[in-house]
Every structure is written in C-alpha cells, then in structure tokens.
C-alpha cells in the first residue's frame, strides 16, 4: 500500500499524485480522464476505464465434439461471468441438430440472440443492458413465477390433472432464466464498481438477492418434482388433503420469508424460523402415513417424493428467512 499527502492549490482544490507504477500498468496518458466514486464507507474508487467503456468483452468457445452439455456449461459460464459476445466455434460444419440446440439455449437466457451465423461459428450478442432489471424487481419475479407453480402443482395433485401439471414445468424455465440474471449481475458488481453505481447496489446487498434467488430457483425445482409425480398418482385417499394443508402452511412461510427480506425485517424472519418446527413435526406425520396407504407401489413412492419436497421447500424457505436476518444485519454497517 502507498501513500500520498494532500496538498492543496488555491482555496478549495485538493490534489494528490498517482502512483506512477500504477499509470504505467494501466496505461494512462496525459490528457486522459479517469471516474472518481466516493463509497459508502468513505473510501474513493478511481477508476482508469472510464475512457473505455465501449471496449466488448469478447470469448470464445470451441465445440470439439457434439456434446450438448460441455457447450451448455462453457456457455453458461461465460454468459455469467459478464461476457458481452461469445462466439461458438466447431471444427467441422455444425450439424442440423446442434443449431437448433444453440438456438434453444440462447432463448433459455435473458439478454442473448444469434447475431452471425457461419458454417463453422455461431456468435451469441448480450442485447440487455444489465443494470436495466434492478435485483429486487427480478426477485419478485421469481418470486411470483415460483409460488404460481407450487400452488398449481398440488392443485394438479387433488385435481389429478395432468395438463396443469406439465405446465408447472414448463415454468421452471423462467425462474432459471431470472436466477442466472441476478447471478451475473452479482459477478459484474464484483468486477466492475461503476456497474455497482449505476445499479445504487453494493456486494453486501446483491449478495443477498444471490442467495435468496438460488432458495427460489430450488423451491421452483421442487414444484415441478411434485407436478411431475402427481402425473403418477391415481388414487384418491385423505392423504392429498393433508398434503394440500400443509402446502397452504408452506407457501404463507414463503411469503411472509421474502416479504421480510425486502423489507430488512428482523421480527418476521425470526417467526419463519420458529414455525418451521410445527411444520416439520405436521411432514413427519405425513411421511409416517405413508406406511398405511393401501395402494400400488407406484402410487405410494410418488406419494413419498411429493411429501419429501414439500419437507425440501420448507428447507429452502428456512434459509430465505436466515439470509434475512444475516442481510438485515449486513446491511445496517453500510447506514453507519
């Protein structure tokens, strides 16, 4: 670490000079402008780029053989880390089929569209603007999508309705498109402070959202675990009903568990806590019910997994309250 005293020149202008190894490494030249942010804890960020901000990202993926998942996976990866055009190469012309998949990947993620498209490379361009869905709105959103398909799960489960159970899972797609969103706008506050400005959020704040939304993605995985075994569930028995129940009990946990994160609430977060027991001692009842049913395999195991992710979501609830307490409490050393 270096230091530098303040002088000053006239009556109100303060000067200090700039480490002359760090100019050189970053390459400014006399004349060149540089961003100065104060930060909430008093510290003052210079940043060198401010001259270069219309400079893109560029990375580039090779697909060496047809496998779907390495390419999904690089993509991903690349898509997160904040990359604003990613290019798909092959050694050979991409078959039929591969194009296609590129093409359902890019609509599996909110921001990318083919741009070019060559016998050999796909080039994938971010059209969205990052910092235009602010967490908070991509959360409730999530947020909505979620609760939607927990409910019409278990209604598809009573109803033994089987189109309203493949629509809950298609909806899971949606909630996974706003997960990565937030997950990349968190690698880019972490890697860019004048992204972290434009947003008016901090690591300590979006750190939250990150963790509440991957709670959220999960509990949305689960929604479709019980759509997808309702489908195999035939029987009528008192059980569904208990089920029902204790899925209303779940969901109000969930509401009152992300009404206290964005309202930075100790009080209801600890509630949700606390009333976890009751709910786990009603699954525990459910499970042992389970022993008693006079049905087919097919029907009982199913029954089993649904009952395993209705004890899932109430996990996921539990630490959507306890990123709140810890966030509450996080974010009251930024306000002082």
């Known amino acids: 670490m270096e230091t530098r005293k303040v002088q000053i020149t006239g009556k109100s202008t303060y000067i200090i000079?700039?480490?002359?190894?760090?100019?050189?490494?970053?390459?400014?030249?006399?004349?060149?402008?540089?961003?100065?942010?104060?930060?909430?804890?008093?510290?003052?960020?210079i940043n060198p780029q401010f001259n270069r901000r219309d400079e893109t990202p560029k990375h580039q993926i090779s697909i060496e053989t047809n496998d779907v998942d390495t390419m999904f996976r690089k993509f991903i990866g690349a898509y997160l880390a904040g990359f604003d055009l990613i290019e798909i190469k092959s050694p050979d012309r991409f078959k039929p089929d591969m194009r296609q998949k590129i093409r359902i990947l890019t609509h599996n993620v909110i921001g990318p569209e083919i741009i070019d498209e060559g016998s050999t490379s796909i080039q994938v361009k971010d059209l969205l603007d990052s910092s235009d869905l602010a967490p908070k709105q991509v959360l409730k959103r999530m947020y909505v999508i979620t609760r939607g398909m927990h409910r019409d799960a278990v209604e598809a489960l009573q109803r033994h309705d089987n189109d309203l159970a493949d629509d809950v899972a298609t909806r899971d797609d949606d909630v996974d498109k706003f997960n990565w969103l937030i997950a990349k706008q968190y690698n880019l506050v972490l890697n860019d402070m004048v992204f972290a400005e434009k947003m008016h959020i901090n690591v300590k704040e979006v750190l939250g959202y990150v963790l509440v939304a991957k709670s959220i993605e999960r509990i949305a995985d689960h929604a479709k675990k019980i759509a997808t075994n309702a489908r195999e569930i035939t029987i009528d028995h008192e059980c569904l009903h208990q089920i029902a129940e204790t899925s209303e009990q779940i969901?109000?946990?969930?509401?009152?568990?992300?009404?206290?994160?964005?309202?930075?609430?100790?009080?209801?977060?600890?509630?949700?806590?606390?009333?976890?027991?009751?709910?786990?001692?009603?699954?525990?009842?459910?499970?042992?019910?389970?022993?008693?049913?006079?049905?087919?395999?097919?029907?009982?195991?199913?029954?089993?997994?649904?009952?395993?992710?209705?004890?899932?979501?109430?996990?996921?609830?539990?630490?959507?309250a306890e990123v709140s307490v810890n966030h509450q409490f996080a974010t009251m050393l930024d306000l002082k």
Do not use: Q
Request: net charge positive; proline share 3%.
């Open 17 to 45: 000079s700039l480490p002359k190894t760090w100019v050189k490494k970053v390459k400014i030249t006399n004349g060149d402008s540089v961003a100065m942010m104060p930060r909430s804890d008093g510290t003052l960020l």
């Open 251 to 320: 969901l109000k946990s969930f509401d009152n568990a992300i009404n206290a994160f964005h309202r930075n609430k100790f009080d209801p977060a600890n509630d949700v806590i606390n009333d976890s027991k009751k709910l786990s001692k009603k699954i525990n009842e459910l499970k042992a019910s389970m022993f008693s049913i006079d049905a087919d395999a097919k029907n009982v195991a199913s029954l089993a997994y649904v009952i395993d992710s209705l004890e899932r979501t109430r996990a996921y609830v539990i630490d959507i």
